[in-house]
């Protein structure tokens, strides 16, 4: 059977809008480099809201018996994940665990830079190269 104009068409639209279907268009921007945080804005809010768990430094806050414990967030482990992964465990929280949800308290912007703050955790303690 001869591919007719109007068969041709409707193939070059079917396949245009399966493709849109598997990118990014309309998806909020996961993959945006923590690069464009701002490290010191993104230490004052993890001063006021992550040093309780997380600690100054990171590795987590002593004292402080959490089941299971808070990451130690300078750790290869930590540091290797992508920004993006990080992202969503900062926006969406880590199920059975004390980590909730930031998604309510920070905004998108304040998630990036806490999460290049988190970034210099990991340099400042040889955790990322």
């Not at 079917?14 to 993104?42: H, M, Q």
């Not at 992550?50 to 414990?69: E, M, N, T, Y």
């Not at 949800?101 to 999460?115: F, G, M, R």
Request: glycine share 14%.
């Amino acid at each position: 059977m001869p591919i007719t104009g109007r068969m041709l068409v409707f193939c070059v639209l079917l396949a245009g809008l399966s493709g849109i279907g598997f990118s990014n268009l309309g998806v909020k921007e996961l993959v945006t480099s923590a690069k464009g945080g701002d490290p010191v804005s993104g230490r004052e809010i993890y001063v006021n809201t992550c040093i309780r768990c997380h600690g100054i430094d990171g590795k987590g806050a002593l004292g402080i018996k959490l089941v299971p414990s808070p990451a130690d967030l300078t750790t290869p482990d930590v540091q290797n994940r992508l920004d993006g992964t990080l992202f969503r465990r900062i926006h969406e929280g880590k199920p059975n665990t004390a980590m909730g949800a930031w998604k309510h308290s920070l905004s998108d912007e304040e998630i990036w830079d806490v999460l290049s703050y988190v970034r210099v955790l990991g340099v400042e303690s040889g955790g990322r190269p």
